[in-house]
């Protein structure tokens, strides 16, 4: 074994790993975070960039043949889509009127008491803001 | 074949097919429904057999749950049952 | 760690082995919060980033299995969730 493979493999590790780092940092975000707004922010970004690290990993362990091109183009695309397709969850749950999760003191009238089920009252947000989105819902559509 | 993999992946499709039978929102289910097609995919991939993985995803993602989101957009979003 | 790669090849798929279980658990981790999720938009986020991690799961599959066909599948499934993404937006 030439110690060029050596390197090629000790570099794809490295990335493998930072990439695998960053997908589970954003799962761990998109699970911990009271409110859809931070949810998605954490999802949006880490993914993306996890995926990203991944793929250059396999890109570098797969040389220079036609199946890098392609995992090429793939990632290309991923940074392409998923900033766009995050962008456009955002706008669509703002129009139906999912409000951001503020912090406890200035508490917003249409707050419904729920279930302090597990952290405090932070998750009546989530399901407040289901509240306003059905009823907007009846009167939108 | 890597029976780990295949295992854990079995197990979610089971979960995502519970999932799908009792969440009230029609659209959630929809949506559950897309991602049970998803990984309905990779396990055909993890069994070697490329084409069929390849019309699930196209299928799974691509046709059925539009066609679902599609019919929801006509009628009322939330099931009584 | 340096063990397995001075063998080369032989460690390394191992390594992609232990990726993708990795990436499995990580997903099985966000379907949770899919299913938890209060609303809908919490769903089709999960499903969005199942997807993701699906794609880069087919792509570890292909370079296990050493078969270069795999990675039409990963590029189809990145333009359906981004169309899936949409379509759930749109309504």
Not at chain 1, 13 to 30: H, K
Not at chain 3, 43 to 62: E, S
Not at chain 3, 68 to 82: C, E, G, Q, R
Request: hydrophobic share 55%; with cysteine.
């Amino acid at each position: 074994m030439s110690d060029t493979t050596t390197i090629t493999n000790v570099i794809t590790v490295v990335f493998l790993l930072t990439g695998a780092f960053f997908m589970l940092a954003g799962t761990i975000g998109f699970v911990r975070f009271p409110d859809f707004y931070s949810r998605m922010h954490a999802t949006g970004k880490c993914d993306t960039l996890g995926e990203g690290l991944m793929l250059v990993a396999l890109i570098v362990y797969g040389g220079a043949t036609f199946v890098s091109v392609k995992i090429l183009f793939l990632i290309m695309f991923i940074l392409l889509a998923n900033p766009t397709s995050t962008h456009a969850i955002a706008k669509a749950a703002y129009d139906v009127g999912l409000e951001p999760w503020r912090k406890l003191d200035d508490r917003v009238e249409w707050m419904n008491t729920g279930d302090t089920s597990d952290t405090g009252n932070i998750s009546n947000t989530g399901n407040s803001g289901e509240g306003r989105a059905d009823q907007d819902r009846g009167e939108g559509r | 074949m890597i029976w780990v993999l295949d295992i854990t992946m079995l197990l979610f499709l089971v979960v995502c097919a519970i999932a799908a039978i009792s969440i009230k929102d029609l659209l959630s289910a929809v949506i559950i429904l897309s991602g049970y097609s998803l990984i309905m995919a990779i396990v055909w991939v993890e069994m070697h057999s490329v084409d069929v993985g390849f019309t699930e995803a196209a299928v799974g993602a691509g046709i059925t749950t539009v066609l679902f989101i599609a019919t929801l957009a006509r009628t009322e979003g939330r099931s009584e049952d | 760690m340096t063990g397995a790669l001075l063998f080369g090849t032989i460690g390394m798929v191992d390594v992609f082995l232990a990726m993708a279980i990795l990436i499995v658990m990580a997903s099985f981790v966000s379907l949770y919060r899919g299913i938890e999720g209060p609303g809908i938009f919490n769903r089709i986020i999960a499903v969005n980033v199942i997807g993701t991690k699906t794609i880069v799961l087919l792509v570890l599959i292909g370079f296990i299995y050493e078969r270069p066909d795999f990675f039409d599948i990963a590029l189809v499934y990145a333009i359906l969730n981004f169309i899936m993404t949409i379509a759930a937006t749109r309504y």
